[in-house]
């Protein structure tokens, strides 16, 4: 490489290598791990532990979906269909939609029924209005939460109201009359 104090020519034996036009969009990863090969040649697939953002001034109206897991910060109204991943709800987050993912943590504010195959999980800061259908739940000090549970095993009706629901209408029970074990 010359350098400004460096006394002669560029040798022209030795080109600058030839570079493309448009340069291929960069892989951002968090991780130091190894990158998967199909991940390193631009295809879209996403290792598993990364999610999708929706930020703080981002308003979505409509439904949400796909194979990836989401964080919100930002505003949505309508639907998230997420079953397989997380949906967290940040702090800024505002969401008037029914849910329906493997888990859900609450730390902002969600209007709208939640069902998840794993777990919901509300925050101290977090706010849920809406039925909840889930495996396990959990509701720190300090939350908000008004509606009603309906604990699930799992594998208990895949999509989200199953005959165990219709056979048993006394498993859903009202926040105000929770039982404390």
């Given at each position: 490489?010359?350098?400004?104090?460096?006394?002669?020519?560029?040798?022209?034996?030795?080109?600058?290598?030839?570079?493309?036009?448009?340069?291929?969009?960069?892989?951002?990863?968090?991780?130091?791990?190894?990158?998967?090969?199909?991940?390193t040649?631009?295809?879209?697939?996403?290792?598993?532990?990364?999610?999708?953002?929706?930020?703080?001034?981002?308003?979505?109206?409509?439904?949400?979906s796909?194979?990836?897991?989401?964080?919100?910060?930002?505003?949505?109204?309508?639907?998230?269909?997420?079953?397989?991943?997380?949906?967290?709800?940040?702090?800024?987050?505002?969401?008037?939609?029914?849910?329906?993912?493997?888990?859900?943590?609450?730390?902002?504010?969600?209007?709208?029924?939640?069902?998840?195959?794993?777990?919901?999980?509300?925050?101290?800061?977090?706010?849920?209005?809406?039925?909840?259908?889930?495996?396990?739940?959990?509701?720190?000090?300090?939350?908000?939460?008004?509606?009603?549970?309906?604990?699930?095993?799992?594998?208990?009706?895949?999509n989200?109201?199953?005959?165990?629901?219709?056979?048993?209408?006394?498993?859903?029970?009202?926040?105000?009359?929770?039982?404390?074990?």
């Open positions: 490489m010359w350098k400004p104090n460096q006394a002669g020519p560029i040798s022209p034996s030795t080109p600058e290598p030839t570079r493309p036009g448009t340069a291929p969009a960069p892989t951002i990863y968090e991780s130091s791990t190894p990158k998967p090969a199909a991940a040649a631009g295809s879209p697939v996403l290792p598993s532990g990364e999610q999708a953002t929706i930020g703080k001034s981002l308003f979505v109206k409509g439904e949400v796909g194979s990836e897991s989401l964080y919100i910060d930002g505003k949505v109204e309508g639907t998230i269909n997420l079953p397989g991943n997380r949906v967290t709800v940040g702090r800024n987050g505002q969401v008037a939609a029914n849910i329906l993912a493997r888990e859900v943590v609450v730390l902002g504010k969600v209007r709208g029924n939640v069902t998840a195959s794993d777990r919901v999980d509300i925050r101290s800061e977090g706010s849920l209005t809406g039925d909840v259908a889930a495996a396990r739940i959990s509701i720190e000090d300090g939350a908000y939460f008004k509606g009603g549970i309906d604990i699930r095993k799992p594998g208990d009706g895949k989200g109201h199953g005959a165990v629901a219709a056979a048993e209408p006394a498993a859903v029970i009202p926040s105000a009359n929770l039982p404390l074990k």
